[in-house]
């Protein structure tokens, strides 16, 4: 039973960081393609950031040069390190793989106040 768990979101002021992980349970975990998501009130869920299996990754232009996602095979986890994070980065996080289909953790909320 495959299962990702996110955690490691809050409020924080602009400018400030946070760390996101996402653990995963019931997968073969490192050969795997892994991404965070995000929703904003009212809006649609966006691409963030992902890492495939052989460690390439790819960002999203909002997030470029602020962002690092990272993964621990080792610890079946996930990781997102937010740096300078902006008002605008506030939403709910979503971890996400495909593992033959597309499975999404329950989220966790950032918020960034101004």
């Known amino acids: 039973q495959v299962q990702l768990v996110e955690s490691g979101g809050g409020l924080v002021q602009a400018g400030g960081s946070l760390r996101l992980s996402c653990v995963a349970s019931?997968?073969?975990?490192?050969?795997?393609?892994m991404g965070w998501y995000r929703q904003a009130p009212g809006k649609q869920r966006e691409f963030v950031a992902s890492?495939?299996?052989?460690?390439?990754?790819t960002y999203a232009d909002s997030v470029k040069g602020r962002f690092t996602i990272s993964r621990d095979n080792n610890k079946n986890t996930l990781y997102l390190q937010m740096n300078s994070l902006k008002p605008e980065d506030t939403a709910v996080y979503y971890c996400?793989?495909?593992?033959?289909?597309?499975?999404w953790g329950q989220g966790t909320q950032v918020t960034v106040s101004s």
């Open positions: 996400w793989g495909f593992f033959g289909s597309n499975y």
């Open positions: 019931g997968i073969d975990f490192s050969i795997y393609t």
């Open positions: 890492v495939t299996g052989g460690g390439r990754t």
